[in-house]
C-alpha cells in the first residue's frame, strides 16, 4: 500500500488546515488509518486514528475538539481536519495504514506510511 499525503503548510494560530492522505490500494478500505506527528527532537505521537468502517475514532487529547478524523472509502482517502491550530501543532504530520484489520492505536500496527507533510503554525 503507497500513501500520498498533502495538505500541510504554514498558517497562523488559531487557523485551519486539512490534510489528505490516498492510498494506491483497495485495501484500504479494510485498514485503520491514522495520522501521526513529529516534532523536532520529539517521538513521533499518536495524533488520531480512524476503524476501517469510520465508525470508531481516536483523537489524542491535546488535539480533541480541535482535530477530527474521517475517511472517504470509496476515494480511498483519509482526512485530517485541523482547527484552531496552536505553535505546538508544528511537526511533520504522517499517515499511515494499520497491517491488522481490527482498530488500534498501536504504532507498531501500522506497518504502511506516508512520506509527511511539514504544518508549521506561528504565533
Known amino acids: 500500500v503507497q500513501l500520498q499525503a498533502s495538505g500541510g503548510g504554514m498558517v497562523q494560530a488559531g487557523g485551519s488546515l486539512r490534510l489528505s492522505c490516498t492510498a494506491s490500494?483497495?485495501?484500504?478500505?479494510?485498514?485503520?488509518m491514522a495520522w501521526f506527528r513529529q516534532a523536532p527532537e520529539k517521538e513521533r505521537e499518536l495524533v488520531a486514528a480512524?476503524?476501517?468502517?469510520?465508525?470508531?475514532?481516536y483523537h489524542v487529547d491535546s488535539v480533541k475538539a480541535r482535530f477530527t478524523i474521517s475517511r472517504d472509502n470509496a476515494k480511498k482517502t483519509v482526512y485530517l481536519q485541523m482547527n484552531s491550530l496552536k505553535p505546538e501543532d508544528t511537526a511533520v504530520y504522517y499517515c499511515?495504514?494499520?497491517?491488522?484489520?481490527?482498530?488500534?492505536?498501536?504504532?507498531?500496527?501500522?506497518?504502511?506510511w506516508g512520506q509527511g507533510t511539514q504544518v508549521t503554525v506561528s504565533s
Open positions: 480512524i476503524s476501517w468502517t469510520g465508525g470508531r475514532t
Open positions: 499511515a495504514a494499520s497491517t491488522i484489520r481490527v482498530f488500534t492505536t498501536t504504532q507498531l500496527e501500522y506497518g504502511y
Open positions: 490500494e483497495r485495501t484500504f478500505a479494510t485498514s485503520a
